[in-house]
């Protein structure tokens, strides 16, 4: 998607190994999330960031880090990884502005299996 | 905090019918935005429909529309004129301020028959 980039696609990981996720806006844009979707489910919101230096915690924020030490990034780490941990994860930015009809542009998602 | 909850689990349409989508949600907010959200089976994720709070009119946007019933806190999707390409999951999805974090439903499959 225009504007957000998500690395890696794809990535198959050993229980216990350590991983980051990386959302890189083009823009400059202030709130910036990362969501896991699990099959089945709808997306739920592991943590976010309302600008430079800040983070927030999610609804399912346990296993996971974040950092967003420039505003351009915002960063998802899993530290020891867990089977329980295996999901798609996207990055959303949020960029409302009067007029703006749409307010958010997702990245096209990471595909994470933990083995 | 708020929930979305999505009943129907899967829909299927023939082609050029209609379909409705439920979405039930819960929060004590009075002011808030609900959205209709599309997923592929490419995983993007793309927006269908926007409705604010506020505004008493339902919105429309070409073959889809919403019936927003805000007392009873529900906001359905209507797609008509079915097309095979609306074949997809359907998240409906609220936020209680411009630019804050999305909750989503659970989803609905929605597949859309020749």
């Known amino acids: 998607n225009a504007g957000v980039t998500q690395t890696p696609k794809f990535r198959v990981l050993k229980t216990g190994q350590s991983m980051t996720l990386l959302c890189a806006q083009d823009m400059n844009h202030e709130y910036m999330y990362w969501y896991r979707q699990d099959p089945g489910m709808g997306l739920r919101l592991i943590h976010y960031s309302v600008g430079e230096g800040t983070t927030a915690k999610g609804e399912v924020p346990d296993g996971y880090n974040v950092s967003r030490l420039k505003k351009q990034n915002f960063l998802l780490g899993l530290e020891s990884a867990a089977p329980s941990q295996t999901s798609v994860y996207f990055c959303?930015?949020?960029?409302?502005?009067?007029?703006?009809?749409?307010?958010?542009?997702f990245g096209s998602g990471t595909r994470l299996t933990v083995v | 905090a708020q929930t979305v909850t999505q009943s129907q689990p899967e829909m299927s349409v023939q082609e050029a019918e209609t379909v409705t989508l439920s979405c039930t949600y819960d929060t004590s907010e009075n002011n808030y935005y609900l959205f209709w959200y599309k997923q592929p089976p490419s995983r993007q994720m793309i927006l269908v429909i926007r409705?604010?709070?506020?505004?008493?009119q339902n919105a429309t946007e070409n073959r889809f529309s919403v019936n927003f019933q805000k007392a009873a806190k529900s906001f359905s999707l209507k797609i008509s004129d079915s097309q095979l390409g609306d074949t997809a999951m359907y998240f409906c999805a609220f936020s209680k301020a411009a630019g804050n974090k999305l909750t989503f439903g659970g989803g609905t499959r929605v597949l859309v028959k020749p």
């Open positions: 959303d930015i949020s960029h409302w502005t009067p007029g703006n009809p749409y307010g958010y542009t």
């Open positions: 409705q604010e709070a506020y505004k008493q």
